[in-house]
């Protein structure tokens, strides 16, 4: 049903290519993310499935049917906006079952229609209200509510949790996926938040520049990200990367030695160039019992402390997320690194994963 494909999928503007051949099936009934930083392209993509932008070069195919110069009220796909666009002067319910009348459905199949998705999406009570009564988080659900409507084959979210606040937002991640566990309907969800894509999706599309980076499941983007850069955006902190010291064969001392030894504790695999471990696989214990780092910041979070460190030799400072303790570490204190090497991973010159 809501099979959707991509293949050599590029978009121009004038003479500037910013999609730049994006590749991609989606299965029928999947949830998968799109994420990135600001201006990849992921916005330009959902917009091209849905028929809001031309397509320069490439397919689009949704559910066996090439969609390129399908008009975007043909193609069975329903998009959410981060701005929800309600109707100001008309209520809920007939924002809700507006594309249905422009559709031509009458009167009470709408109603029965509308009250179906109000009910999946609690807001029955909410009817007869108009927009400027309803709070944020409700309004976002009238507009979702709108899509249902529509019993669309797939669903295109743009980033619709980011005008909310923090709370409401982890609150509607998890409303949004039992929506889709209930419809069972392929979704596209855009996101530039990392955390959302890691909790909602079956399967996320890293953007980079126009391109995909890597597809995969949550848990293989974090064990093994196909390079540095989705190494680095996905996880929070970010991943620590240490180059591979200089070879030196006069005997270490000072910075060299200090960096040796942490490249040593790292244990990355041969032939990589840099070293990548997480956070959270770093532990700090005295200075005598690991790899001499100072303390330049500890920022504690009650359940946990971010620890920056300072290692003599190495270019960037790392990071350590460790377990609140009765004795917090302190910046200026000196401390011995511990690295979890099961977790290390190697980059080559050229920044992919080595296997
Ligand atoms: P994202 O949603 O990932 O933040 P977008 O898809 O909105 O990114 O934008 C991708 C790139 O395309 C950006 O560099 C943006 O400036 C450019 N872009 C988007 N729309 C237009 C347009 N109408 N004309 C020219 N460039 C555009
Ligand atoms: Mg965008």
Not at 275 to 301: C, I, M, Q
Not at 328 to 348: K, M, R, S, Y
Request: proline share 5%; hydrophobic share 45%.
């Amino acid at each position: 049903m809501g099979r959707v494909s991509l293949r050599g999928i590029r978009k121009r503007y004038g003479a500037v290519e910013v999609i730049k051949g994006i590749d991609l099936e989606v299965e029928d009934g999947e949830f998968l993310d799109f994420v990135g930083p600001s201006g990849c392209g992921k916005s330009t993509t959902l917009r091209m499935i849905a028929g809001l932008e031309d397509i320069s070069e490439g397919e689009l195919w949704i559910d066996g049917e090439c969609a390129n110069a399908m008009r975007p009220a043909d193609r069975g796909a329903a998009m959410v906006f981060q701005s929800y666009a309600l109707y100001p002067h008309m209520t809920v319910a007939q924002n809700m079952g507006f594309a249905l009348k422009m559709a031509g459905v009458g009167r009470a199949e709408r109603d029965e229609q509308v009250r179906h998705a109000a009910a999946i999406l609690r807001i029955s009570d909410l009817l007869d209200r108009y927009p400027k009564e309803l709070s944020g988080g409700q309004r976002q659900r009238v507009a979702i509510g709108r899509a249902i409507v529509r019993k669309p084959k797939v669903f295109l979210f743009d980033e619709p949790l980011s005008n909310l606040d923090a709370a409401l937002r982890v609150n509607m991640r998890i409303e949004l996926g039992r929506l889709h566990d209930q419809l069972g309907t392929t979704m596209i969800y855009v996101t530039h938040d990392q955390v959302e894509a890691m909790t909602m999706g079956d399967r996320i599309a890293v953007f980079n520049g126009g391109v995909i980076e890597q597809l995969g499941t949550p848990m293989t983007l974090y064990k093994r990200p196909a390079n540095e850069f989705v190494a680095g955006f996905i996880g929070a902190p970010r991943i620590n990367f240490v180059d591979r010291p200089p070879a030196d064969a006069s005997g270490q001392a000072g910075a060299t030695a200090a960096h040796h030894a942490l490249w040593d504790a790292l244990a990355a695999p041969a032939g990589a160039q840099r070293a990548g471990l997480r956070p959270e696989h770093l532990r700090v214990t005295d200075a005598a019992g690991g790899v001499p780092a100072s303390v330049e910041l500890a920022e504690h979070l009650g359940d946990s402390s971010i620890l920056h460190l300072r290692v003599d030799g190495v270019a960037e400072l790392l990071h350590a997320k460790v377990l609140a303790a009765s004795d917090p570490i302190e910046a200026g204190q000196v401390v011995g690194l511990v690295a979890d090497p099961q977790w290390t991973l190697g980059f080559d010159a050229g920044g992919k994963l080595v296997p």
